[in-house]
C-alpha cells in the first residue's frame, strides 16, 4: 500500500483517541501492544481495526508490564511502536519506561489521564500523571513529554512524539486530558509530502566496526536492529559503549547516565515547545497545558477586553520543562497564574523557574476542567 | 611455533564476557553449551537467532552468546521476546532464564506467551532457589527444602512446570536435568525446529546456594541425586511428573502441532491488507 493510501489525508470529525491512533499510522507505527483501560480503549480499538489494513501489528497483551516489554521488543526488531494507557497501566510500565531508557528503545507511550491516585474516576479528567511522567521510574533519567490540547495536536503531536523518540532513541510520553482524548473535532491531515517523518539513524559501518552505544556528536547512538547482521548486546544494567555490563565502575555509571540526560537537558532547546499569546506586554502571565490551557486562553481574552495585562504561556513541551520560557514571562509579569488538575505538581517547576515572581496556582480535582471564568477570575485579583 | 588452540564454540561466545559469574559446580554451563551445540548441530544462522533473557544467574546467558542479545527486567523475557517475534517472525528467538524469573515474577507471562502459542522457544535453568540474590525460597522450591528466607523448611507447593507448560498450550514440553546433556541437545534441536510455544525445563545443580543447606555441598553429589532419581518417562502424564528427593520424572511430555500465533495473526493481516488495498483501488476507480 502507498504511504498515499495510509494516510487519510483530508479533514475529518474525530475524536481525539482516534486521532492520536491515526497520528501514530502517519508516523509509520506499525505495532501497537496494550491492555483496554478507560479512557485510552479507543486507540487500542482503532488501531486494532487500522492495523492490519496498512501490515502492520496490534496485540493485546496480558497486562501494561507486558505491552511496554512488547513495544520495546519491537523496537529492537526495527518497528515503530507505541501503547497507550491511563493511570494504573502507566504506573505498571514505569519498570519498562525505565528498561526503554537505559537501552534508549524508540518509543511512544500515550497516557490519557484520569482521577487517581490507585483506580479512581476512570472516566474524569485530571492531570494528576505530570510528576510520574518525569519520575515514575526509579533512578537518574530525562524523557519527553507533550501535552496536546486540541483534537488537532493529537495526530500533530503524536507524529511529533514519534520523531523526537527516533531523532534522541528516548521514550516520549503523549500526556493527554481524557477530556481532550474523548472530545470531537476537526482534524485535518495535511498531504503526506508535507508531513515531516524522522526515522532512527542507522549505524553507517561494518558490523564488526559497529560499537553499539557509541554516541555521535548529539550524544545518541546509532541504532541496528535485530536481523540486520549488527549481533549486539543490550541490557538494562549499567553497560559500557559495547553494550556489556559494567555493575561495579563508578566510570562507566557517571558517563552513561549523564549522557542519558544530557542527550535530552543539552538538545533541549530543539525539543520544546510553547505556544505565547499576548506575552509582550502581559503583568499576569497564566501557564497552563493541555485541555485547561484552552480554558486559560479565553481568560486571557476576557480579561484583556476588561482592560487587564494578561498573557498565555501554553506548554506543548512538559518534559524537559520549558524553564527558560518561564523565567523569561517571570521577568516582565507582576504574577504567574497556575491552573492544574491536580494538587500542585507543574506548578512547583514554574515556582523553581520564576524564582521571585509570586506564582499562584489554581487546583481542580474530581470534575470537569476550570471554567474560563474560574482563571478570569484568578487573573483579575492578582492583576 | 605452537598454534594457538581455539576451541570449536568458541565462536558462539562472547569473548570479551568472560569469566563468567557462575559458581563451581553450577548447571548454568552445561545448559549454554547444550544450547550452543544444538545450534551449531542445526548450522543455524546466527544473525537471525535473539537470545533474550531475564534476570537471574543464568539471565547472563544472553550476553554470552554471540548473537543478537537483550538482558531485560527481572521477570519480563517473554513479553520483551513478543515483540520481537511478532515485528519480525524470521528470527529464532530463544529465552533462557531462570525459574523465579519465569514462573515467580514473569508467570504471567509464561502462560499467556503459551496460550498464545507465539512462536518463542523457553528454555528454563530450574535450580530450585534465588541463586543471584543468596539462595531464597521461590516458586519451585520442593517442601520442606531450606533456603535463606525457609529457614524452617519450606511450607509452599512447587510449581510442576511441565505441567503448566502443558495446560497453558504449550507444543513442546520437556523436562531433562543437567546431567542429560545429550538428550537435553537433542531435545533443543526439536524444541528450535517447532513451529508455536515450546519449552524446556532443565533441572540444574546449584550446590553453592541451593545445595549447602540441602545436604548436596557439591555439585557431583547434586548430580548423584539426578543420577539416582530420574526416570526417563516419555509422553507420560505431566501432571505426575513430580521432582522429589526419591523420584525426578524427565522425558518429552508433549509434541504437538498447532499454528502459532505469528503465522495466524501475519496470514489475518496480509488477507486484511488485501482487501482494503482492493477497495481503496475500487475507489480510485
Known sequence: MTKKGIVLEGAHFMNGDVACAEGAITASCRFFAGYPITPATEIAEHLAKRMPEIGGIYIQMEDEIASMAAVIGASYAGLKAMTATSGPGFSLMQENIGLAVMTEAPCVIVDVMRGGPSTGQPTLPGQQDVMQA??????????????PSSVQ??????????????????????LVDEVVAHMWEKVVIPPVEKIKIVNRNKPNVPPEKYIPFMPGDDLVPPMACFGEGYGFHATGLTHDEHGYPQTSSSEVQQKLVKRLCDKIRLNADKIIRVEEVMLKDAEVAVVAYGIVARAALSAVRKAREKGIKAGLLRLITLWPFPEKQVSKIAKQSKTIVVPEMNCGQL????????????????????????????????????? | MTEEMVHPFAKYLREAMMPHIWCPGCGNGIILNCFVQAIDELQTDLDKVVVVSGIGCIGRTAGYVNTNSFHTTHGRPIAFATGVKLANPELEVVIISGDGDLFAIGGNHFIHAARRNIGIKVICANNFNYGMTGGQQGPTTPLEALTTTSPYGNIEHPFNLVHLAAASGATYVARWTALHVRRLTQSIKKLLQKEGFGFIEVVSPCPEIFGRYNKMRTGLEMMEWFKRASMVENFSDPVKAEITPEKIVVGEFVDIEKPSYERLLHEKIAQINEKALKEMSQHAI
Open chain 1, 347 to 383: 506548578v512547583r517547576e514554574v515556582e523553581r523557574s520564576a524564582k521571585e515572581t509570586p506564582v499562584v496556582f489554581i487546583s481542580k480535582l474530581g470534575e470537569e476542567p476550570h471554567t474560563p471564568m474560574e482563571i478570569l477570575e484568578a487573573v483579575r485579583r492578582n492583576s
Open chain 1, 153 to 174: 495536536e493529537m495526530f500533530d503531536l503524536t507524529i511529533e512524539a514519534f520523531n523526537l523518540s527516533e531523532t534522541y532513541r528516548v521514550p516520549t510520553i503523549l
Open chain 1, 134 to 147: 518525569k519520575w515514575g521510574s526509579h533512578g537518574d533519567y530525562e524523557i519527553v513529554a507533550l501535552a
